[in-house]
């Protein structure tokens, strides 16, 4: 009988050596290498043998003339168009989706959610091996979900829920989660790299041979990353993650791959007592409390995939006690923060060396793009000479190392999504206006500098 040997996996990437090390050599992250068994399986050559013959009757070609790939229904629409709009337009035949977040934010209350709509036509298997089946009607009850479609399973043996699968042949399949699963031959504990990975192929397996959709659920750890290798996210087709504070209402779902649609488009949703409600409606959803009348505030439109979203971009500039100043950014690029700060000291004549700086995006929104850079500008001066920005206004632009405010993209579709919500003047960099007929109803106006922005709200 061959012997098993061991190897040393990093948790981070998933990236395997021979001996430990302090560093993993791949993703440089430290002390991350777990020593993990592996005991070879022994085949012998008629088994393989067999097995290349059988693979002759499975090529398939592309453009089938036999009829034997039916491409009559594709996707499955889940009932709730904000997760719809995350996975490309709905949940693709035999596709396996991650959806991962920290533990309370609400992954198993949207999957349950689903099954209201989807349990109308489709039978659904949800597999928990963190609550009984009774724990699991309780919170149906109270979700209001009453499909008799919905079938529940409490059980974490991944080779039994996978013949159970194959012998009933359910439309859907909820794993929740994947770090309770277990495979009794490998002898690490649930949720080591070692189950996380085989058990995600072995579901893997299944969806793609049965063609049965899977929503397997992932906590995240510490560092906010899914649990488990990133082997894990490769073998998957599309990864979601929750984003939001838990203490606050709403939450946002973001695609971080998707091999079905895009990556770019959010989804929007709001917790409450009776589970989560999508928002139709962000940019308004961000702008209900904004304060009237109070410097360092300013409006900004960021582009998430198709869907332009407005919101507060807040700073605070303040006296320092500290002989090294704060720097603090939540939702905004921090070394942005750092670059305009730059910009308005060496091109404006600012100073903020004694001065704490901060700057917050309202209700937990990360903006990324440059987009935002105008904004967080005038925001900042708002602050330093304490001039409130007019509440009809929105900023748009990209600010460069020179003072320059440089052209964004979409920027028609920016300026409907103003006019929508009311805005009566937009300031956009001059450079985009060529080819732009702004609506009626709001001022556009064009700038080249930082200076003539400024000049704006004086």
């Not at 609400?106 to 009984?132: D, F, H, M, N, P």
């Not at 960021?302 to 605070?316: W, Y």
Request: include cysteine; charged fraction near 25%; aromatic fraction near 6%.
């Amino acid at each position: 009988m061959p012997k098993s040997k061991s190897v040393f996996v990093c948790r981070q990437c998933g990236a395997e050596a021979p001996r430990w090390n302090g560093k993993c050599q791949s993703c440089g992250a430290w002390n991350t290498l777990e020593e993990v068994e592996i005991a070879p399986s022994v085949r012998s050559s008629q088994s393989k043998s067999s097995k290349r013959a059988n693979l002759t009757d499975r090529i398939a070609p592309l453009n089938a003339p036999d009829g034997r790939f039916d491409d009559s229904e594709v996707r499955y629409g889940t009932g709730i168009s904000e997760l719809d709009r995350v996975l490309g337009g709905g949940l693709v035949k035999g596709s396996i989706v991650l959806l991962g977040g920290e533990p309370g934010i609400g992954k198993s209350t949207l999957l349950l959610q689903i099954c209201r709509y989807l349990g109308e036509t489709k039978e659904i298997l949800y597999v928990s091996g963190e609550e009984s089946v009774r724990q699991i009607r309780l919170r149906a009850q109270r979700l209001g979900v009453e499909t008799e479609n919905l079938y529940l399973l409490a059980e974490s043996d991944a080779e039994a829920i996978c013949d159970t699968i194959v012998s009933n042949k359910p439309d859907i399949v909820i794993i929740d989660s994947i770090q309770t699963m277990s495979i009794h031959d490998i002898s690490s504990a649930p949720g080591s790299i070692t189950q996380v990975r085989e058990c995600t192929s072995l579901f893997m397996r299944t969806a793609k041979n049965e063609e049965i959709p899977f929503f397997i659920v992932g906590h995240v750890n510490k560092d906010g990353a899914i649990a488990g290798p990133k082997v894990m996210e490769h073998i998957v087709d599309a990864v979601l993650y929750f984003e939001g504070e838990k203490n606050l209402s709403y939450r946002i779902l973001r695609a971080a791959k998707n091999r079905f649609g895009s990556t770019n488009e959010i989804g929007v949703f709001e917790m409450r007592d009776d589970g989560l409600r999508q928002v139709a409606n962000p940019s308004q959803m961000l702008l209900a409390e904004r304060p009237t009348g109070v410097s360092g505030c300013c409006v900004a439109c960021a582009m998430e995939g198709s869907r332009p979203i407005l919101a507060e971009i807040q700073a605070l500039v303040t006296k320092s006690s500290l002989q090294a100043p704060r720097r603090v950014a939540t939702g905004f690029d921090y070394n942005r923060v750092w670059l305009i700060l730059a910009v308005l000291e060496k091109r404006m004549g600012y100073f903020f060396g004694n001065l704490d700086v901060y700057v917050n995006i309202v209700g937990g929104l990360k903006i990324y793009e440059p987009a935002a850079d105008l904004p967080v500008a005038l925001a900042l001066y708002s602050s330093l000479k304490d001039k409130p920005v007019d509440e009809k206004i929105i900023a748009i632009g990209e600010v460069g190392l020179g003072g320059e405010i440089r052209s964004v993209t979409h920027l028609g579709q920016r300026i409907q999504e103003a006019k929508r919500l009311g805005f009566e003047k937009c300031i956009v960099p001059k450079h985009s206006l060529g080819g732009i007929k702004p609506p009626e109803g709001i001022e556009v106006i064009g700038v080249s500098s930082l200076k003539q922005a400024f000049g704006l709200i004086t």
